[in-house]
Protein backbone atom coordinates (compact mmCIF):
# COMPACT_ATOMS: atom_id res chain seq x y z
CA UNK A 1 0.00 0.00 0.00
CA UNK A 2 1.31 3.44 -1.00
CA UNK A 3 1.80 5.76 2.09
CA UNK A 4 2.79 9.19 0.83
CA UNK A 5 3.84 12.05 3.25
CA UNK A 6 5.01 15.57 2.54
CA UNK A 7 7.58 17.81 3.56
CA UNK A 8 9.64 20.98 3.37
CA UNK A 9 7.03 23.02 3.12
CA UNK A 10 7.22 26.98 5.37
CA UNK A 11 7.64 30.56 4.69
CA UNK A 12 9.73 32.26 2.32
CA UNK A 13 10.41 35.26 0.49
CA UNK A 14 9.16 36.30 -3.00
CA UNK A 15 12.71 35.29 -5.11
CA UNK A 16 13.39 32.31 -2.99
CA UNK A 17 13.79 28.89 -3.95
CA UNK A 18 12.37 25.67 -1.98
CA UNK A 19 12.38 21.99 -2.09
CA UNK A 20 9.60 20.00 -1.19
CA UNK A 21 9.75 15.98 -0.57
CA UNK A 22 7.24 13.24 -0.86
CA UNK A 23 8.21 10.11 0.70
CA UNK A 24 6.56 6.64 0.59
CA UNK A 25 6.74 4.16 2.98
CA UNK A 26 5.67 1.56 0.52
CA UNK A 27 7.62 -1.20 -1.40
CA UNK A 28 6.62 -0.76 -4.42
CA UNK A 29 7.55 3.10 -5.31
CA UNK A 30 9.50 2.71 -8.44
CA UNK A 31 6.27 1.00 -10.19
CA UNK A 32 4.10 4.48 -9.39
CA UNK A 33 3.97 7.43 -11.46
CA UNK A 34 3.67 10.23 -8.60
CA UNK A 35 2.49 13.56 -9.30
CA UNK A 36 2.50 17.13 -7.37
CA UNK A 37 -0.17 19.14 -7.39
CA UNK A 38 -1.08 22.50 -5.08
CA UNK A 39 -4.38 24.14 -3.94
CA UNK A 40 -4.73 27.96 -3.12
CA UNK A 41 -6.74 29.16 -0.84
CA UNK A 42 -10.64 29.73 -1.97
CA UNK A 43 -9.43 28.12 -5.34
CA UNK A 44 -9.67 24.23 -7.13
CA UNK A 45 -6.65 21.92 -6.74
CA UNK A 46 -4.02 22.23 -9.73
CA UNK A 47 -1.73 20.08 -11.08
CA UNK A 48 2.26 20.95 -10.96
CA UNK A 49 3.66 18.24 -12.38
CA UNK A 50 4.57 14.35 -12.57
CA UNK A 51 7.28 11.99 -13.14
CA UNK A 52 7.45 8.08 -14.37
CA UNK A 53 7.97 5.49 -11.96
CA UNK A 54 11.40 5.39 -13.75
CA UNK A 55 12.24 9.36 -13.29
CA UNK A 56 13.15 9.01 -16.98
CA UNK A 57 9.51 10.69 -18.14
CA UNK A 58 8.34 13.89 -17.06
CA UNK A 59 5.04 16.46 -17.45
CA UNK A 60 4.28 19.69 -16.55
CA UNK A 61 1.27 22.19 -16.54
CA UNK A 62 2.15 24.96 -19.17
CA UNK A 63 2.45 27.51 -16.05
CA UNK A 64 4.88 25.55 -14.40
CA UNK A 65 7.04 24.38 -16.80
CA UNK A 66 10.44 26.83 -15.93
CA UNK A 67 10.05 27.30 -12.23
CA UNK A 68 9.25 23.99 -10.95
CA UNK A 69 11.49 20.95 -11.42
CA UNK A 70 10.60 17.10 -10.51
CA UNK A 71 12.37 14.46 -9.99
CA UNK A 72 12.65 11.32 -7.90
CA UNK A 73 15.13 9.11 -6.20
CA UNK A 74 13.61 5.32 -5.74
CA UNK A 75 16.51 4.60 -3.77
CA UNK A 76 15.43 6.41 -0.88
CA UNK A 77 11.80 6.08 -1.79
CA UNK A 78 11.27 10.48 -2.51
CA UNK A 79 10.14 12.44 -4.86
CA UNK A 80 11.09 16.09 -4.97
CA UNK A 81 9.80 19.46 -6.49
CA UNK A 82 12.26 22.05 -6.52
CA UNK A 83 11.01 25.54 -7.03
CA UNK A 84 13.02 28.45 -7.72
CA UNK A 85 11.82 32.34 -8.15
CA UNK A 86 8.74 31.86 -6.15
CA UNK A 87 6.27 34.39 -6.32
CA UNK A 88 3.94 35.24 -3.75
CA UNK A 89 0.70 33.47 -6.12
CA UNK A 90 2.77 30.25 -5.44
CA UNK A 91 0.89 30.27 -1.92
CA UNK A 92 -0.67 27.27 -1.53
CA UNK A 93 -1.26 23.76 0.43
CA UNK A 94 1.34 21.65 -2.32
CA UNK A 95 -0.30 17.87 -2.32
CA UNK A 96 1.69 14.65 -3.92
CA UNK A 97 -0.15 11.75 -5.26
CA UNK A 98 0.48 8.77 -6.58
CA UNK A 99 -0.90 6.17 -9.03
CA UNK A 100 -0.26 2.37 -10.39
CA UNK A 101 0.43 4.04 -14.19
CA UNK A 102 3.66 4.37 -16.18
CA UNK A 103 3.16 7.49 -18.27
CA UNK A 104 3.01 11.03 -15.92
CA UNK A 105 0.14 12.64 -18.27
CA UNK A 106 -2.05 10.40 -16.58
CA UNK A 107 -1.43 11.67 -13.08
CA UNK A 108 -2.45 14.74 -14.55
CA UNK A 109 -6.18 13.72 -14.37
CA UNK A 110 -6.19 12.22 -10.67
CA UNK A 111 -8.69 13.13 -8.63
CA UNK A 112 -8.75 13.07 -5.07
CA UNK A 113 -10.56 9.72 -4.93
CA UNK A 114 -8.19 8.12 -7.30
CA UNK A 115 -4.62 6.71 -6.06
CA UNK A 116 -2.83 7.54 -2.94
CA UNK A 117 -2.53 11.13 -1.71
CA UNK A 118 -0.53 12.55 0.66
CA UNK A 119 -1.65 15.47 3.53
CA UNK A 120 0.11 18.17 1.71
CA UNK A 121 2.76 20.75 3.33
CA UNK A 122 2.03 24.65 3.48
CA UNK A 123 4.03 26.87 1.30
CA UNK A 124 3.66 30.52 1.86
CA UNK A 125 5.82 33.30 -0.27
CA UNK A 126 5.37 37.02 1.13
CA UNK A 127 5.97 39.81 -1.18
Known amino acids: QVQLAESGGRLVQAGDSLRLYCTDS????????MGWFRQAPGKEREFVGAISGSGGDTYYADSMEGRFTISRNNARNTMYLQMINLKPEDTAVYYC????????????????????WGQGTQVTVSS
Open 26 to 33: GRTFSTYA
Open 97 to 116: AAHDVYHPKTIAQLTPDVGS
